[in-house]
């Protein structure tokens, strides 16, 4: 099966599908799309070992599994509320996003954490050794200028160093680019782009050239280890679909084990499911990082509902992380 295709191809088909057959997402059936990266190998060990079909055999149940691959939050949030997708994934801010905008409709809430892993503000600029150091000549890359995980993790340090009002500083240097291509500006440092915040394995290769270094981490401005993706779906696919989400849940919860008792192993899947062409040493370097935890619990996540609330950026105030979590996610130790 063709896995990775164009965010329009996808969206057309399976928009189509969904026109043609509204009964599509009924109970045992399940369509999940993931973004690229290390970020998602949770779902890559799911996928690799069909956990989702093993347990949904434990409850009598034949699941059809749907794997996707898509890029970019706004992508996945429009397969989603058309019903064209059941699961999406993205960082934590765009899930508050659409969490906030869909209270009281199709009610968006998180499934689990796909893994704590840090994302690091990285430059060629040897001038900059903080945020205040950046200048209007400095360019970042982000994947999502003003609306992503990167800028929105960069508008909370702004606003604690410049204050609240000042929060969107850098939004008018920062310039949309996927990480492929800003890992390569900034490695032949010869573009406007200086800088980058980065994520893993991209910020790894970056930091091997002499030239770059880190300004600062994501753990940084959340105190310590903090959830980077998230998975999410609609309140409807949640209570029409008990088994099939129960199935999907322990799943992932199986992955989870599955990585942190053979990290070589797991890096190994990566490779294999995502055909990747990064050096097994260099994935195993990444899996096996004391700083990234491959864990469904959500750890930090409330900093940035609390957050992005004080700066206007959420309506909606959460209480606590399981306000915007389903309930099979409250019984771990999250925040």
Request: glycine share 6%; aromatic share 8%.
């Amino acid at each position: 099966m063709a896995f990775k295709r164009s965010a329009l191809t996808l969206l057309v088909s399976l928009a189509a599908t969904a026109l043609l057959n509204p009964l599509a997402h009924a109970e045992g059936k399940i369509s999940i799309a993931q973004q690229f990266g290390i970020g998602y190998l949770i779902l890559d060990v799911v996928r690799d070992q069909q956990l989702i079909e093993k347990h949904g055999k434990a409850q009598g149940l034949d699941i059809k599994v749907d794997w996707n691959s898509i890029s970019g939050a706004t992508a996945m949030n429009e397969a989603l509320l058309t019903g064209a997708l059941d699961v999406v994934s993205a960082g934590v801010p765009p899930m508050l996003t659409i969490w906030d905008r869909t209270r009281g409709k199709q009610n968006v809430k998180a499934i689990a954490s796909l893994g704590s892993m840090p994302n690091y503000l990285l430059t060629n600029n040897p001038n900059v050794k903080s945020l205040k150091d950046f200048t209007d000549k400095d360019r970042i890359a982000v994947p999502a200028a003003g609306v992503g995980f990167q800028s929105r993790t960069l508008q909370i340090e702004t606003a604690k160093v410049f204050g609240n009002d000042h929060f969107k500083k850098f939004d008018d240097i920062s310039v949309s680019l996927p990480h492929p291509d800003a890992t390569a500006a900034l490695i032949a440092g010869q573009s406007e782009i200086n800088s980058h915040f980065s994520s893993p394995p991209f910020q790894y290769q970056a930091l091997q050239s002499p030239n770059v270094h880190k300004v600062l981490s994501s753990y940084d401005v959340l105190g310590g280890p903090a959830t980077f993706n998230v998975l999410y779906t609609t309140e409807k696919f949640h209570d029409e679909n008990p088994k099939t989400y129960k199935a999907f849940y322990d799943a992932l919860v199986e992955a989870q084990g599955i990585i942190q008792a053979d990290k070589p192993a797991a890096a190994q899947t990566y490779i294999r499911v995502e055909q990747s062409k990064l050096p097994l040493s260099l994935v195993e370097k990444i899996v096996t990082d004391p700083e990234i935890d491959f864990t469904v619990v959500p750890q930090r996540t409330y900093i940035y509902a609390e957050k992005l609330h004080e700066l206007g950026v959420l309506k909606n105030k959460a209480d606590s992380w399981k306000d915007y979590f389903f309930e099979e996610a409250h019984a771990g130790a999250g925040s």
